[in-house]
């Protein structure tokens, strides 16, 4: 669970989850810390599901991907 209430999106046993996907919180962020993808966007590499309904990660740069799909 984050800090602001909602679900981590992230995979199991991280250190540190990755940044919320909700729209509220997203505005509320500073705008070199906002991620690229928004929680109903699809994954851009399998684009067959949102990045939110499978655990993802969040690269560096602030795309988020499917973390099945980045390690693939």
Do not use: W
């Not at 250190?15 to 929680?39: A, G, T, Y």
Request: hydrophobic share 25%; aromatic share 4%; net charge negative.
């Amino acid at each position: 669970m984050l800090p602001c209430g909602h679900p981590c999106r992230g995979t199991a046993k991280e250190d540190n989850c990755m940044v919320c996907l909700e729209p509220e919180c997203i505005e509320s962020m500073p705008e070199n810390k906002r991620p690229k993808n928004k929680k109903d966007d699809y994954c851009p590499i399998c684009y067959a599901a949102s990045i939110t309904q499978e655990p993802s990660v969040s690269l560096q740069c602030g795309h988020i991907f499917h973390a099945s799909c980045i390690k693939d």
